[in-house]
């Protein structure tokens, strides 16, 4: 069978840490508007809130056990701020 | 984080289709279950429909599915997701037909993972408590062991308060029993660590002696699959209580009905013609356990785990003054308290004495 690549794991964990930032770490209400606002945080400070969540180290990069978690079958609900 | 809740307590749902992976009657139950859950520790009442829109709309689909703002994503990743209270979507559980949805420990378990679901339909947010039903991952735990930790309970009776506090309409029920009632009696009486709880038929008042704080709460508050009108209870040497009934006997560690229960009785060493408990009680001192049986006592080695020899004994020749039918019994420093009817000996079990009667409601300040 034709191996992964060191590349291909390396995209592929990019696109999981994405994925998984957008889905559950990305959607916070604004106090001072009514609805939605996507959430302007970078990926490394939606990570350190994920992984402050998850209570792993909070490291701000996608090490080993942070990806271990986002791969851990989940509710789609957000973890943060008010979900629906 | 919770939500604002609904603004009523009966609730409809509806169970819009069911997964070919389960029967449906088992997909029935595992709703049914998921939501007694629930209304077991608050005043909601879950009603199902089989027409029309429900407060819980209930469904399996794939991918994008209907009008659904959110979409899944195939086997594994998300399994399930739901909506907080509210009109349209709000309330509404769908589930993911790519996983593999079942009743045991393969797969998915349906009533799990729709418990957790419907927290969200009832206004709570996820938890970072790993213990808690509501924290965001999958995890299987035992059908018998109750899935709500002390996080999910404080969570949801934030938002509705506890099963006592508004009269419900289940199927009828004796109301509370009245705490200061002057003829009040216990099925049984325990420690647990420095309370003592009362129990009488569903219900059980916890008392900490050291104050005057008297709690009543349902029994399935905590254990909800013990059922009411237990015999006999008792704490034991490893922070452990026994629960009596018939029998049968159940051991609990903190929320949980140890796996493998409820055993027969005379797996403790009861002869066959002993059919129920009437009192049990651990001596702190001596690590021996009292079995109150009619007229008759068995004394049980806590650290041999086994029965003494030349037991039954008659109560009255070892416990003088104790001439009747014991209702419960329990130790606080160091002196038994056996519950008679509406009346209480205070006995001292080194001196071998009653000291003085007294009512049995007399824990509750009245």
Redesign the interface.
Known sequence: LPLHSEKDNKEEDTKLVEDYLN??YAVETDPNQRGWKTNAESTAEKLQKMQR???LKVTGKPDTETLE?MK????????VG??? | ATLPGWKKTNLTYRIVNHTPDMRKEDVDKAIQKALKVWSTVTPLIFTRIHEGIADIMIAFGTKAHGHCPRYFDGPLGVLAHAFPPGSGFGGDAHFDEDEDWTTGSDGFNLFLVAAHEFGHALGLSHSNDQRALMFPNYAYISPSEFPLSPDDINGIQSIYGSPTKTPDKRPATPTSPKTCGSQISFDAVTTLRREVMFLKGRHLWRVYPDNSEVELELISAFWPSLPSGIQAAYENMKDQILFFKGSNFWVISGYKVLLGYPKNINTLGFPKSVKKIDAAVCNKNTGKTDFFVGDKYWRYDENSQSMEKGYPRRTLNDFPGISQKVDAVFQHKGLFYFFLGSRQLEFDPTAKRVIREIKSNSWFNC
């Open positions: 889905k559950f969540f998850f209570g978690m851990k079958p989940r509710c789609g609900v957000p973890d008010l979900y629906g």
